[in-house]
């Protein structure tokens, strides 16, 4: 639905949420989902419970059967070192139950984005080298952070 629908009868876009979600398309800005909040926090109770089986369910496994079966999702670990793989399975079991905990997933979304741009350094033995190696040059001094304007 436009935004200008919801501006015009905000009480049928109410029931239309009712049934399920419902997606804002906005011509200035990202499109909004409108749901209702007692579906969101269902969501969020099976997120926690789903994570918190998962960690244990892992923490009981070996952990060659726990990197085989992240390696199923997430192929690209096998670029990985073995003990970045294990660094990977700690860290994604903890923010995964930070993201749930806080029902902001982007925390886990970081992390997948992170030792992901790192298995493809991997992939380049001169990049791996030039940023695995030490710093012996002086670049300068580093400019103050630039705050991102609204």
Same mark, same amino acid.
């Given at each position: 639905?436009?935004?200008?629908?919801?501006?015009?009868?905000?009480?049928?876009?109410?029931?239309?949420?009712?049934?399920?979600?419902?997606?804002?398309?906005?011509?200035?800005?990202?499109?909004?989902? %409108?749901?209702?909040?007692? =579906?969101?926090?269902? @969501?969020?109770?099976?997120?926690?419970?789903?994570?918190?089986? $998962? !960690?244990? #369910?892992?923490a009981?496994?070996?952990?060659?059967?726990?990197?085989?079966?992240?390696?199923?999702?997430?192929?690209?670990?096998?670029?990985?070192?073995?003990?970045?793989?294990?660094?990977?399975?700690a860290?994604?079991?903890?923010?995964?139950?930070?993201?749930?905990?806080?029902?902001?997933?982007?925390? %886990?979304?970081?992390?997948? =984005?992170?030792?992901? @741009?790192?298995?493809?350094?991997?992939?380049?033995?001169?990049? $791996? !080298?030039? #940023?695995s190696?030490p710093?012996?040059?002086?670049?300068?001094?580093?400019?103050?952070?630039?705050?991102?304007?609204?």
């Amino acid at each position: 639905m436009q935004w200008s629908e919801l501006q015009r009868d905000p009480k049928s876009v109410a029931a239309l949420a009712d049934a399920g979600d419902v997606r804002v398309r906005r011509r200035d800005g990202a499109d909004l989902l %409108l749901t209702r909040e007692d =579906r969101v926090a269902a @969501a969020g109770e099976g997120a926690i419970a789903t994570v918190r089986a $998962l !960690r244990n #369910l892992l923490a009981h496994v070996p952990a060659e059967t726990a990197e085989a079966a992240l390696n199923e999702e997430f192929p690209w670990l096998s670029l990985l070192p073995a003990d970045a793989v294990v660094q990977f399975v700690a860290e994604f079991v903890k923010a995964a139950r930070i993201s749930a905990e806080l029902g902001q997933w982007s925390v %886990l979304a970081e992390l997948l =984005r992170g030792w992901k @741009a790192t298995a493809v350094v991997y992939t380049d033995p001169d990049l $791996l !080298r030039q #940023l695995s190696g030490p710093l012996n040059d002086d670049f300068g001094p580093v400019p103050a952070p630039v705050e991102d304007e609204p």
